[in-house]
């Protein structure tokens, strides 16, 4: 079996990269799951590919192997782009999914329905020793519901409504997210270079 290093602590991105990864017959395992679990990278870029490079190349340092970080987040056009790159952290550096949930939604409760559009972004950075370090993108676009729905996935999934859909993510069957999300659609874009690489 080959084996691919995530460069996460998130599990519910963990979860979703070893469903995209089976095909492949690759083991992709994250940070939580290695004896010696590293410390956190600080995600002191600015930008998705910033950050994502950051945790790429800083878990690169301390293992052997290739390596594959995700730095996502949800922008939403009526917050004039927040939380984007701060999204795990816009309730406060150590903000539960809930209270990013329950912020975005006190913050939005006088935005009408047509103006609630918004996407979610997902960059990889693959860096793979001796080779570099390659980048790939997805976006997932849809709307901000009025309160939470839905127990599936994490972070904001309860109240992100994909366009074409009436269910929030968290109401999609994990398959289903995986058809249509963000990383799926980046994983997609680095299909090549990872058929490559394994
Ligand atoms: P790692 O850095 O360890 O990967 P993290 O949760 O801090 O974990 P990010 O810095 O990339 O990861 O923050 C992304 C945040 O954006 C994440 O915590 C969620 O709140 C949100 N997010 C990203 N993808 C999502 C998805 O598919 N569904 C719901 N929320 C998502």
């Known amino acids: 079996m080959k084996h691919i290093t995530i460069a996460t602590k998130n599990k519910g991105k963990a979860i979703e990269f070893k469903a995209f990864f089976k095909p492949f017959q690759v083991e992709a ?7 010696q679990i590293p410390e956190d990278i600080e995600e002191t870029g600015t930008t998705f590919e910033e950050n994502a ?4 190349k800083g878990i690169a340092e301390q293992i052997a192997g290739p390596v594959l970080a995700d730095d996502s987040g949800l922008v939403i056009d009526g917050l004039d782009g927040r939380p984007g790159v701060y999204s795990a952290r816009f309730a406060g550096e150590r903000a539960t999914d809930e209270e990013n949930i329950q912020k975005v939604l006190q913050e939005m409760n006088e935005i009408k329905e047509d103006e609630r559009t918004a996407r979610f972004v997902s960059v990889l950075a693959l860096y793979i020793p001796g080779k570099g370090t390659f980048f790939s993108k997805g976006y997932c676009e849809g709307k ?16 992100f409504v994909p366009n074409g859909y009436t269910e929030t993510l968290a109401e999609l069957s994990a398959t289903e997210k995986n058809r249509i999300s963000h990383r799926s659609k980046a994983m997609k874009e680095m299909e090549s270079i990872l058929q490559e690489l394994f």
């Open 144 to 159: 901000i519901t009025f309160q939470k729905r839905g127990i599936n996935g994490f972070g904001y999934d309860p109240i």
């Open 29 to 35: 395992h994250s940070l939580l799951e290695l004896a």
């Open 53 to 56: 490079e950051l945790k790429a």
